[in-house]
């Protein structure tokens, strides 16, 4: 069964990226503090593309028929809006790669926040977004949901530019119920995917049992 039942009926907007053997490998591998950089962002990358192409799922598509080198149809589906892909600099700039290699030629508009060291409260540094942002469904990527104040300081930012409330997929790889309380609690259209929920956060707001600090590790800056 999966982890938190109560936190996922609460939030039917939250999707856990289905269990299987292949995905408890990837995490023990980037959870193990043993792992090598090289291995932590491959695997890494591996199980951000899957989270990517869950969300990309979400998004509206209409029906489409071809013809088959056979001279048949065949009914499937385009996709039919339009995406931009906004990383929560830095971490967030980790799942950029995904989606680039989902979609070519995908927008990607950036947004940096940091906490004020005094209030403890995000503060916006630094946005780019596409002009057309307000007609566009957008990927909200940041690997690691933990308190929630820097993915609902960046929605914030988002709704100013006129994106709709349900255009928004926030994607993110390692959640917990604190921040899913807080974010879900404050945005109940958006939709979210992420890769696992922990248990809890300790008393310096880190995910437990968690991965560490993703950015560094990611990068190679511990
Ligand atoms: N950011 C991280 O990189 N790790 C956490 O556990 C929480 C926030």
Do not use: W
């Not at 809006?81 to 950036?110: D, F, H, T």
């Not at 469904?137 to 994106?163: F, R, W």
């Amino acid at each position: 069964m999966a982890k938190h039942p109560e936190l996922l009926a609460k939030y039917p907007n939250v999707e856990v990226l289905p269990s299987n053997g292949q995905v408890r490998c990837l995490f023990a591998s980037i959870r193990n503090s043993e792992t090598s950089r090289r291995k932590f962002v491959f695997d890494s990358d591996r199980l951000i593309t899957m989270l990517v192409e869950a969300a990309l799922a979400k998004l509206p598509y209409k029906e489409r028929t071809v013809k088959t080198p056979m001279g048949l149809e065949y009914v499937g589906a385009e996709f039919c809006s339009k995406l931009v892909g906004v990383p929560i600099v830095r971490a967030g700039e980790s799942m950029e790669k995904a989606l680039s290699n989902i979609i070519q030629e995908v927008r990607i508009g950036k947004i940096l926040i940091q906490r004020d060291e005094e209030t403890a409260l995000p503060v916006l540094i630094y946005e780019k977004m596409p002009r057309d942002i307000a007609n566009r469904h957008v990927l909200l990527l940041d690997p690691m949901l933990a308190t929630g104040g820097s993915a609902m300081a960046a929605v914030k930012v988002l709704l100013d530019h006129g994106v709709k409330e349900d255009h928004i997929i926030f994607v993110n790889l390692i959640s917990c119920p604190e921040g899913i309380d807080a974010f879900c609690g404050a945005f109940p259209q958006i939709r979210v995917v992420t890769g696992e929920i922990d248990d809890c956060l300790d008393e310096r707001k880190y995910i437990c049992p968690g991965i560490g600090d993703f950015g560094d590790r990611y990068f190679g800056t511990d």
